[in-house]
Protein backbone atom coordinates (compact mmCIF):
# COMPACT_ATOMS: atom_id res chain seq x y z
CA UNK A 1 0.00 0.00 0.00
CA UNK A 2 1.40 3.68 -0.58
CA UNK A 3 1.80 5.54 2.19
CA UNK A 4 2.51 8.68 3.19
CA UNK A 5 6.14 9.63 0.92
CA UNK A 6 8.52 12.31 1.96
CA UNK A 7 11.40 13.42 0.42
CA UNK A 8 14.70 13.85 0.84
CA UNK A 9 15.29 11.12 3.34
CA UNK A 10 18.08 13.25 4.55
CA UNK A 11 19.55 16.55 3.82
CA UNK A 12 22.25 18.18 5.77
CA UNK A 13 22.62 22.30 5.42
CA UNK A 14 24.14 25.01 6.89
CA UNK A 15 23.33 27.45 9.16
CA UNK A 16 21.35 30.44 7.58
CA UNK A 17 20.83 28.40 4.26
CA UNK A 18 17.13 27.46 3.27
CA UNK A 19 15.24 24.43 3.42
CA UNK A 20 12.49 22.78 1.57
CA UNK A 21 10.68 19.30 2.33
CA UNK A 22 8.33 17.70 0.22
CA UNK A 23 5.10 14.99 1.29
CA UNK A 24 2.64 12.89 -0.80
CA UNK A 25 -0.37 12.21 1.12
CA UNK A 26 -1.85 9.01 0.72
CA UNK A 27 -4.29 8.56 -2.00
CA UNK A 28 -8.04 10.32 -1.25
CA UNK A 29 -6.55 11.93 2.02
CA UNK A 30 -7.24 16.07 1.64
CA UNK A 31 -5.18 16.72 5.07
CA UNK A 32 -1.31 16.92 5.32
CA UNK A 33 -0.10 17.70 8.90
CA UNK A 34 3.67 18.82 9.53
CA UNK A 35 4.85 17.86 12.68
CA UNK A 36 8.59 18.18 14.02
CA UNK A 37 10.67 15.57 16.39
CA UNK A 38 13.70 16.30 18.18
CA UNK A 39 15.41 13.68 19.28
CA UNK A 40 14.70 12.57 22.66
CA UNK A 41 11.00 14.12 22.58
CA UNK A 42 7.44 13.00 20.93
CA UNK A 43 6.33 14.73 17.79
CA UNK A 44 5.70 19.05 17.69
CA UNK A 45 2.79 20.55 15.44
CA UNK A 46 3.53 22.59 13.21
CA UNK A 47 0.73 22.91 10.47
CA UNK A 48 -2.17 21.52 9.31
CA UNK A 49 -3.20 22.14 5.64
CA UNK A 50 -6.86 20.74 4.32
CA UNK A 51 -8.11 21.46 1.33
CA UNK A 52 -5.15 23.70 -0.14
CA UNK A 53 -5.80 26.19 3.17
CA UNK A 54 -3.60 26.21 6.77
CA UNK A 55 -6.12 25.26 9.08
CA UNK A 56 -3.82 25.29 11.95
CA UNK A 57 -0.54 26.16 13.67
CA UNK A 58 1.68 24.91 15.88
CA UNK A 59 3.99 27.72 18.14
CA UNK A 60 6.50 27.92 15.58
CA UNK A 61 8.55 30.77 14.20
CA UNK A 62 7.30 32.92 10.88
CA UNK A 63 10.82 31.23 9.68
CA UNK A 64 8.26 28.04 8.98
CA UNK A 65 5.94 27.98 5.98
CA UNK A 66 4.26 25.28 4.49
CA UNK A 67 1.37 25.17 1.10
CA UNK A 68 -0.59 22.10 -0.49
CA UNK A 69 -0.75 22.30 -3.99
CA UNK A 70 -3.93 21.01 -5.91
CA UNK A 71 -2.72 17.29 -5.76
CA UNK A 72 -3.10 17.45 -2.16
CA UNK A 73 0.90 17.34 -1.85
CA UNK A 74 2.22 19.65 0.76
CA UNK A 75 5.95 21.34 1.24
CA UNK A 76 7.45 22.90 4.17
CA UNK A 77 9.65 25.38 4.07
CA UNK A 78 12.32 27.06 6.94
CA UNK A 79 14.08 30.04 6.29
CA UNK A 80 17.29 31.04 7.97
CA UNK A 81 18.26 27.73 9.73
CA UNK A 82 19.60 27.18 12.91
CA UNK A 83 21.19 24.37 14.47
CA UNK A 84 17.99 23.65 17.01
CA UNK A 85 16.37 23.25 13.28
CA UNK A 86 18.31 19.75 13.49
CA UNK A 87 15.16 16.82 13.49
CA UNK A 88 12.83 14.62 12.28
CA UNK A 89 10.41 16.37 10.35
CA UNK A 90 7.15 14.26 9.74
CA UNK A 91 4.25 14.58 7.58
CA UNK A 92 0.84 13.17 8.33
CA UNK A 93 -2.23 12.78 5.64
CA UNK A 94 -5.87 12.24 6.40
CA UNK A 95 -8.89 11.72 4.96
CA UNK A 96 -10.38 15.31 6.57
CA UNK A 97 -9.88 17.46 8.73
CA UNK A 98 -11.10 15.27 11.94
CA UNK A 99 -9.77 11.69 10.83
CA UNK A 100 -6.80 9.79 12.26
CA UNK A 101 -3.18 10.39 10.95
CA UNK A 102 -1.54 8.40 8.87
CA UNK A 103 2.80 8.96 9.40
CA UNK A 104 5.26 9.22 6.59
CA UNK A 105 9.12 8.12 7.59
CA UNK A 106 10.19 11.74 7.83
CA UNK A 107 12.94 13.95 6.49
CA UNK A 108 15.58 13.89 9.14
CA UNK A 109 17.65 17.20 8.66
CA UNK A 110 21.31 18.06 10.11
CA UNK A 111 21.84 21.60 10.34
CA UNK A 112 25.97 22.25 11.02
CA UNK B 1 -1.46 24.71 28.05
CA UNK B 2 -2.16 20.88 27.04
CA UNK B 3 -0.16 18.64 28.01
CA UNK B 4 0.75 14.79 27.97
CA UNK B 5 3.32 13.33 30.28
CA UNK B 6 4.60 9.55 29.95
CA UNK B 7 6.65 8.90 33.03
CA UNK B 8 8.77 6.16 32.33
CA UNK B 9 11.35 6.67 29.55
CA UNK B 10 11.86 2.73 29.17
CA UNK B 11 9.51 0.14 30.66
CA UNK B 12 11.21 -3.27 30.82
CA UNK B 13 8.85 -6.50 31.11
CA UNK B 14 9.44 -10.51 30.56
CA UNK B 15 7.29 -11.97 27.77
CA UNK B 16 3.74 -13.24 29.51
CA UNK B 17 3.95 -10.84 31.91
CA UNK B 18 1.59 -7.88 31.99
CA UNK B 19 2.16 -4.71 30.90
CA UNK B 20 0.78 -0.67 31.48
CA UNK B 21 2.26 2.13 29.72
CA UNK B 22 1.24 5.64 31.80
CA UNK B 23 0.05 8.59 30.08
CA UNK B 24 -1.37 11.15 31.87
CA UNK B 25 -2.59 14.46 30.16
CA UNK B 26 -4.27 17.79 31.02
CA UNK B 27 -6.46 19.69 28.90
CA UNK B 28 -8.98 22.63 29.94
CA UNK B 29 -11.66 21.17 26.80
CA UNK B 30 -13.13 16.93 26.10
CA UNK B 31 -9.80 15.99 25.26
CA UNK B 32 -9.28 12.91 22.85
CA UNK B 33 -6.66 10.63 23.57
CA UNK B 34 -4.53 8.31 21.13
CA UNK B 35 -1.72 5.61 21.40
CA UNK B 36 0.69 5.56 18.81
CA UNK B 37 2.99 2.86 18.03
CA UNK B 38 6.40 3.11 16.57
CA UNK B 39 8.13 -0.29 15.69
CA UNK B 40 11.67 -0.51 14.75
CA UNK B 41 12.49 0.84 11.39
CA UNK B 42 9.11 1.65 10.95
CA UNK B 43 6.99 4.51 10.84
CA UNK B 44 4.45 5.78 13.23
CA UNK B 45 1.04 4.35 13.36
CA UNK B 46 -1.98 4.21 15.35
CA UNK B 47 -2.41 1.73 17.55
CA UNK B 48 -5.62 3.10 19.55
CA UNK B 49 -8.13 5.78 19.79
CA UNK B 50 -10.31 6.02 22.48
CA UNK B 51 -13.35 6.93 21.41
CA UNK B 52 -13.34 3.75 19.03
CA UNK B 53 -13.29 1.43 22.06
CA UNK B 54 -10.87 -0.73 20.46
CA UNK B 55 -8.72 -3.31 21.44
CA UNK B 56 -6.10 -3.68 19.01
CA UNK B 57 -3.02 -6.19 19.52
CA UNK B 58 -4.16 -6.86 22.68
CA UNK B 59 -3.88 -3.69 24.03
CA UNK B 60 -6.17 -1.49 25.57
CA UNK B 61 -6.52 2.02 27.06
CA UNK B 62 -9.73 3.60 29.30
CA UNK B 63 -10.16 7.29 29.12
CA UNK B 64 -10.20 8.44 33.51
CA UNK B 65 -11.19 11.62 33.08
CA UNK B 66 -11.53 11.91 37.28
CA UNK B 67 -7.29 11.05 37.12
CA UNK B 68 -6.53 12.25 33.94
CA UNK B 69 -4.88 9.18 32.63
CA UNK B 70 -5.29 7.05 29.60
CA UNK B 71 -2.64 4.15 30.42
CA UNK B 72 -2.16 1.11 27.86
CA UNK B 73 -2.45 -2.40 29.05
CA UNK B 74 -1.81 -5.72 27.89
CA UNK B 75 -2.29 -8.27 29.85
CA UNK B 76 0.65 -10.77 28.60
CA UNK B 77 3.29 -9.05 26.80
CA UNK B 78 4.66 -10.50 23.68
CA UNK B 79 8.26 -10.07 22.46
CA UNK B 80 6.79 -8.70 18.79
CA UNK B 81 5.19 -5.49 21.58
CA UNK B 82 8.98 -4.43 21.64
CA UNK B 83 8.52 -0.52 20.05
CA UNK B 84 8.66 2.90 20.93
CA UNK B 85 4.93 3.95 22.57
CA UNK B 86 3.64 7.44 22.25
CA UNK B 87 0.09 8.73 24.19
CA UNK B 88 -0.85 11.87 22.38
CA UNK B 89 -3.85 14.56 22.82
CA UNK B 90 -6.24 16.45 20.65
CA UNK B 91 -9.42 18.31 20.99
CA UNK B 92 -12.28 15.29 21.10
CA UNK B 93 -13.38 14.75 17.73
CA UNK B 94 -10.84 16.40 15.88
CA UNK B 95 -8.35 13.56 15.50
CA UNK B 96 -5.45 15.96 15.55
CA UNK B 97 -6.61 17.91 12.96
CA UNK B 98 -6.87 21.65 13.18
CA UNK B 99 -5.30 21.69 16.61
CA UNK B 100 -2.70 19.30 15.78
CA UNK B 101 -1.89 16.30 18.07
CA UNK B 102 0.27 16.85 21.77
CA UNK B 103 2.31 13.97 21.67
CA UNK B 104 4.08 12.82 25.01
CA UNK B 105 7.84 12.09 24.78
CA UNK B 106 7.51 8.42 25.00
CA UNK B 107 7.89 5.12 26.24
CA UNK B 108 10.69 2.18 25.16
CA UNK B 109 8.83 -0.82 25.91
CA UNK B 110 11.58 -3.50 25.63
CA UNK B 111 9.90 -7.41 26.35
CA UNK B 112 12.58 -9.46 27.24
CA UNK B 113 12.11 -13.60 26.13
Known amino acids: DAGVTQSPTHLIKTRGQHVTLRCSPI?????VSWYQQVLGQGPQFIFQ???????GRGNFPDRFSARQFPNYSSELNVNALLLGDSALYLC???????????FGNGTRLTVT | AQRVTQPEKLLSVFKGAPVELKCNYSYSGSPELFWYVQYSRQRLQLLLR??SRESIKGFTADLNKGETSFHLKKPFAQEEDSAMYYC???????????????FGKGTHLIIQP
Open chain 1, 49 to 55: YYEKEER
Open chain 2, 88 to 102: ALSGLYSGGGADGLT
Open chain 2, 50 to 51: HI
Open chain 1, 92 to 102: ASSWDNNSPLH
Open chain 1, 27 to 31: SGHKS
